[in-house]
């Protein structure tokens, strides 16, 4: 299951499938899946996450955030208390012990993804595959279209299928909020959730206490979905960008219709 309850009424996280989180540029997708795999590893599940935007150190820092309630920037400044550095020791140790794998790669070839994945399903049992992010540096509208739905085919059919693996990835929406050609990319994953943070008339109307970020699964293909066009139908979360958390806010918003 994923971390948050409400997701459990749509979907679980399966072999063979694939689902994609997408959002904004600096929206946060990455502290969202970053929290997944905490959480899969709380629970036991042998995870690799092959990043193409951190380098592992930086992910390190964050991970570490997450899991101590230190800011990330106390972290990397090293200003922080004696009984603070013992609880980031602690975890740094728990972090050792996890079948845990990140791989930093900027440039990764379909190949190359395949072989990691392979091996490291022969070395650690994988079972979740996190990518982060699916993208294409083509100039051309339409080529790069063809490159982020080839993609999206390869994670679905090859890595999710063939190996069979659960795998989360990450996807970049545009300024309008859509996925370039995103039929190209909805064609092959089993879920697409949009993530987004509120502006602040959402947070007025929903209330502090329903937090400052939501998300909207728009496409399913293992359950219900959400009707893409009723504004009301989302879930609210709780980011917070300087500890690298989301959660799932116990107060959901109360819809104006009263469903």
């Known amino acids: ?25 600096k929206q946060g997708k990455s502290v969202f899946l970053m929290n997944e795999v905490v959480h899969k590893l709380k629970n036991g599940i042998p ?28 972290i990397k400044s090293g200003n922080y208390t004696e009984e603070e550095g013992e609880k980031i020791r602690q975890q740094i140790q728990w972090i050792k012990e996890q079948p845990f794998v990140h791989v930093y790669m900027p440039e990764v070839s379909n190949s190359q993804m395949y072989t990691i994945c392979k091996m490291w399903k022969h070395k650690i049992g994988l ?61 092959y994953l089993s879920v697409g959730i949009k993530w987004e943070y509120k502006p602040a008339s959402m947070i007025a109307k929903d209330g502090k206490e329903c ?36 959660i799932e806010t116990e107060i959901q918003h109360a819809r104006t219709d009263n469903t």
């Open 47 to 74: 995870t690799l996450v092959i990043d193409t935007e951190m380098q592992t150190r930086l992910y390190v820092e964050r991970l570490l955030a997450h899991l101590t309630k230190i800011s990330v920037q106390r």
């Open 211 to 246: 937090g400052n970020a939501y998300a909207k699964i728009y496409v399913n293909r293992l359950g219900q979905q959400m009707q893409e066009d009723d504004e009301e139908d989302y879930i609210d979360f709780s980011f917070d960008g300087d500890h690298m958390s989301i």
């Open 127 to 187: 079972q979740f595959f996190v990518f982060d992010y699916l993208k294409s540096n083509e100039s051309e509208s339409s080529t790069n279209y063809n490159v982020l739905g080839a993609k999206c085919d390869f994670l679905k059919n090859k890595i999710a299928g063939e190996l069979d693996l659960a795998v989360l990835a990450a996807c970049q929406l545009n300024r309008q909020g859509e996925v370039a050609d995103s039929i190209k990319i909805n064609r």
């Open 1 to 25: 299951p994923s971390k948050y309850p409400s997701f459990g009424e749509y979907f679980t996280y399966e072999t063979g499938e694939l689902v994609v989180i997408q959002a904004k540029y």
